[in-house]
């Protein structure tokens, strides 16, 4: 079982910068990837980043390429989302996931707000 904690949500206006945490416990040793999810009102989670816990290998979402950074600290088992030049349509909530050897876990979320 792993349980996720993310942090550092909150409010920010257009162009303003945020980092996310996700801290992991419990078999943290059985995850291969972690990654951050978001939800805006009225739509479908959609992927943001997403990082091999080992060797690093990351992916984006098209929409937040060269704004965001997704990073790990493996002797933390914590995982960053840095997102600069926040703009409105970011508002939503962002989950943490991570991936294990046999099972997804998930986050509570966190609230992003980005007003214009």
């Known amino acids: 079982q792993v349980h996720l904690v993310e942090s550092g949500g909150g409010s920010v206006q257009a162009g303003g910068s945020l980092r996310l945490s996700c801290a992991a416990s419990g078999s943290s040793f059985s995850i291969r990837a972690m990654g951050w999810y978001r939800r805006a009102p009225g739509k479908q989670r959609e992927l943001v980043a997403t990082i091999i816990t080992s060797g690093g290998s990351t992916n984006y979402a098209d929409s937040v390429k060269g704004r965001f950074a997704i990073s790990r600290d493996n002797a933390k088992n914590t995982v960053y989302l840095q997102m600069n030049s926040l703009k409105p349509e970011d508002t939503a909530v962002y989950y943490c996931?991570?991936?294990?050897?046999?099972?997804?876990?998930w986050g509570q979320g966190t609230q992003v707000t980005v007003s214009s």
């Open positions: 996931n991570a991936e294990g050897t046999r099972y997804g876990y």
